[in-house]
């Protein structure tokens, strides 16, 4: 499965983006995935998952702000982020994975990320 993550921009405080994850393959609706993000000089955190049964968590930092969801028809996983903040600001990646009740189990399989900044 290969993963192409889109929809990323500048975006004022308060503003709203919707990123793209798009796979290539049959089996992508078998897969978990997983929406991280990396800002610069910080690790690479995990900021929401969805199960292969549309089950979603989230950071704790954007709950009630981001939402994830999937259309298994289109091989394509959203992120639809509200709210922006400047702490927001980051290269977004999606990731295909396994999930088991809350917790996420990451494979090696990244997207190329998309890079997201939000200015206050």
């Known amino acids: 499965v290969q993963l192409q993550a889109s929809g990323g921009g500048l975006v004022q405080a308060g503003g709203s983006l919707r990123l793209s994850c798009e796979a290539s393959?049959?089996?992508?609706?078998?897969?978990?995935v997983g929406w991280y993000r990396q800002a610069p000089g910080e690790q690479r955190e995990l900021v929401a998952t969805?199960?292969?049964?549309?089950?979603?968590d989230y950071k704790d930092s954007v709950k009630g702000r981001f939402a994830i969801s999937r259309d298994n028809a289109k091989n394509t996983v959203y992120l639809h982020m509200n709210s922006l903040q400047p702490d927001d600001t980051a290269v977004y990646y999606c990731?295909?994975?396994?999930?088991?009740?809350?917790?996420?189990?990451?494979?090696?399989?990244w997207g190329q990320g998309t890079q997201v900044t939000v200015s206050s």
């Open positions: 990731n295909t994975g396994q999930k088991r009740g809350i917790y996420y189990y990451p494979s090696k399989n």
């Open positions: 393959g049959s089996t992508f609706s078998t897969y978990a």
């Open positions: 969805i199960s292969s049964d549309s089950s979603t």
